[in-house]
C-alpha cells in the first residue's frame, strides 16, 4: 500500500537505544522505546540538532516524532535499551496499548524501578531531572497488554501483529506485522541459540522486509566447551588459593544461567564445590518470575524443572537478603563464588565487594558480559591499577579475567544463518542495533553472501516501503 514508511530513531549506528517508527498510512506503530547506554545525555538532547535550549524542547523534538501520534506500540524484550525511555513516551501523551508477551510486562516492571534507582543517582551527579518518575512507570504499566508467542490479533488499518521466540532472553520476542500479502519483521534481539536456558530462536519465513541487530555483525563467539571450561577453572583456582571469585553480574538471565551453569560444574565434578552467593535483590525478583514462567524454557531445563525442581536453588547457593549480610560477606573467609550486581559496576552492591575484594591477591575477578565504555566495569577490565570507588581510593591486586562466551547475542555466523534461513521472500534487510562498523560488516556479508538488498540506516532516516 502507498504511504507506509519505517522511521529510524533510535539503535542505529550504536547498540542500545532502539526505536524504530512502522507508519502504515493509517496507523504509527512504535517498535521498542529503549534508553542509550553509552551517551547519557543523548536521552535528553533534542532528536534533530536545533538551537532549542533543554528546558523548552518540545516532545516531538525529543524523540524525533508526537508521542500522541503513536498509536500502539510493541516491545520485543525487557532489556533497559529496549524499554528505557518508554515511560518518558508515555508522560509526554502517548496513551495507546503497550503490547509485549506478559513474560515481558513482568520483567519490564522489575526493571524499569531499578533503572530509575539508577538513573536518578546518575541524573542528580550531572544536575538534571530523571527522565521520569516512579508514577510514569505506573501509567505505563496500565497502558501494558499481553500477548503469547503465535498468537495474531488485529491493530488497525488492516494489519495484524504477531509475536514469535527470539530465544534472547526470557519472553523476548520477534514482532511480526502482516498486511494483505505483504509482511516485515522486527528481530530484536536474536538469541545465542542453542542456549542454556531457552529454546531456538524460531525461524522466520515469508517475510519481505527485515529489520535486525548486528550487536556481533563482526565477530563470532568463544566456543561453548570453552567457556564452561574456563569458569570451571576459575572455579578450582578460587579453591586453591582459598580467595574469592567475584562476578559482577547482570541481573536479568545472565545471573540465572551463571547459577546453572555452576551447578552443573560442581556435579559434574568439574571444580570443587563451595558456597555460591548471590548478592543482587534484583536478580533474585528476575529469578522468581523465571520460575513461573519455566513453560518458556528449552527441552532439557522443562525435564529439570519438571517435579517442581528449583534448578536455581541448591545446597551450596544462599541468597543474600539483607544490606547488612551483604556487607559481612566480602569480609567472610575461606573460598567462595560472590555474584553481585551491576554488571557494569554503574551502581549496586558489587561496588562495595570491589572495595574491598579488589585489595586482595586471592581475588579473581571475573567479568562475564560486556563493558561499555565509560563504566567502572571497563576501566577495571582494562586493567586500570588505581581507582576511586565510592569515594574510596582502591589499589587493584586482584586478578582479572573475562569471559566472552556467554553472550545472549547471536554471533556474526549466526545472523548471517538466521538471514539466509528467510532469504528466498526478503525484498530488503535493515541492518542495525549494532556499532557502525558491526553493522556494515554484517550488511556487506549479507550483501555479498546472498545477493539481498541490505541498508545500514542514520538516525532520522525515513524509508519508503512496499506494505
Ligand atoms: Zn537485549
Known amino acids: 500500500m502507498k504511504g507506509a514508511s519505517l522511521g529510524f530513531y533510535g539503535g542505529v549506528d550504536e547498540v542500545t537505544g532502539a526505536n524504530f517508527l512502522l507508519r502504515t498510512g493509517g496507523a504509527n506503530l512504535v517498535i521498542d522505546c529503549g534508553l542509550s547506554h553509552g551517551k547519557f545525555f543523548d536521552n535528553y538532547r533534542p532528536f534533530y540538532d536545533t538551537e532549542t535550549s533543554e528546558e523548552s524542547f518540545s516532545p516531538e523534538a525529543l524523540f524525533g516524532y508526537r508521542p500522541t501520534s503513536i498509536d500502539a506500540v510493541f516491545i520485543t524484550h525487557a532489556h533497559i535499551d529496549h524499554i528505557g525511555r518508554l515511560p518518558r513516551l508515555v508522560r509526554e501523551g502517548f496513551s495507546g496499548p503497550v503490547y509485549s508477551t506478559p513474560a515481558t510486562k513482568e520483567l519490564s516492571r522489575l526493571m524499569l ?24 512507570i505506573a501509567r505505563t504499566m496500565s497502558l501494558w ?12 488499518d488492516g494489519v495484524s501483529a504477531r509475536f514469535l521466540d527470539a530465544g534472547h532472553i526470557l519472553g523476548s520476542a520477534m514482532v511480526e506485522f502482516s498486511r494483505a500479502a505483504r509482511k516485515i519483521v522486527f528481530t530484536g534481539d536474536l538469541g545465542n541459540s542453542p542456549a542454556p536456558l531457552l529454546p531456538e530462536t524460531e525461524k522466520i519465513s515469508g517475510a519481505h522486509y527485515l ?23 576459575a572455579i578450582a583456582d578460587t579453591a586453591a588459593r582459598k580467595g574469592t571469585l567475584l562476578i559482577p553480574s547482570f541481573a536479568l538471565q545472565r545471573t540465572q544461567i551463571l547459577i546453572l551453569e555452576i551447578h ?14 548471590l548478592d543482587s535483590p534484583l536478580a533474585a525478583a528476575v529469578t522468581e518470575i523465571f ?24 545446597p551450596h547457593f544462599v541468597e543474600v537478603k539483607t544490606p547488612e549480610e551483604s556487607y559481612r560477606l566480602s569480609r567472610k573467609k575461606g573460598p567462595k563464588i560472590i555474584m553481585a550486581s551491576s554488571g557494569m559496576s554503574v551502581g549496586g552492591r558489587v561496588l562495595a565487594h570491589e572495595r574491598v575484594l579488589l585489595e586482595r591477591k586471592k581475588t579473581i575477578f ?13 576501566l577495571i577490565q582494562d586493567g586500570r591499577k588505581k581507582l576511586r570507588i565510592d569515594g574510596r581510593r582502591v589499589r587493584v591486586k586482584a586478578e582479572i579475567r573475562t569471559l566472552r562466551g556467554y553472550s545472549a547475542h547471536k ?57
Request: charged share 35%; proline share 3%; glycine share 8%.
Open 113 to 136: 524501578i531499578d533503572a530509575l534507582g539508577i538513573m536518578t543517582e546518575e541524573a542528580r551527579r550531572r544536575g538534571l531531572e530523571p527522565l521520569y518518575a516512579r508514577e510514569d
Open 145 to 156: 497488554q499481553t500477548k503469547d508467542y503465535h498468537r495474531t490479533w488485529p491493530i488497525g
Open 211 to 233: 529489520v535486525m541487530e548486528s550487536v556481533y555483525g563482526d565477530r563470532n563467539h568463544e566456543d561453548r566447551a570453552e567457556r564452561r571450561r574456563r569458569l570451571a577453572e
Open 264 to 277: 552443573r560444574i560442581f556435579t559434574a565434578g568439574e571444580a570443587p564445590s563451595m558456597p555460591v552467593y
Open 291 to 314: 520460575y513461573k514462567y519455566r513453560h518458556l524454557f528449552n527441552a532439557r531445563v522443562r525435564a529439570e524443572m519438571a517435579g517442581g525442581e528449583k534448578i536455581f536453588d541448591y
Open 366 to 378: 571475573l567479568f562475564v558480559g560486556y563493558q561499555a565504555r565509560g563504566t567502572l566495569g571497563r
Open 411 to 467: 554471533d556474526r555466523d549466526n545472523l548471517f544463518r538466521f538471514v539466509a534461513d528467510a532469504a528466498d521472500t526478503l525484498e530488503e534487510v535493515f541492518v542495525v542495533m549494532g556499532e557502525p562498523e558491526s553493522s556494515a560488516s554484517l550488511a556487506k556479508k549479507i550483501r555479498d553472501g546472498l545477493s539481498l538488498s541490505v541498508r545500514t540506516c542514520r538516525r532520522g532516516e525515513i524509508v519508503e516501503i512496499d506494505f
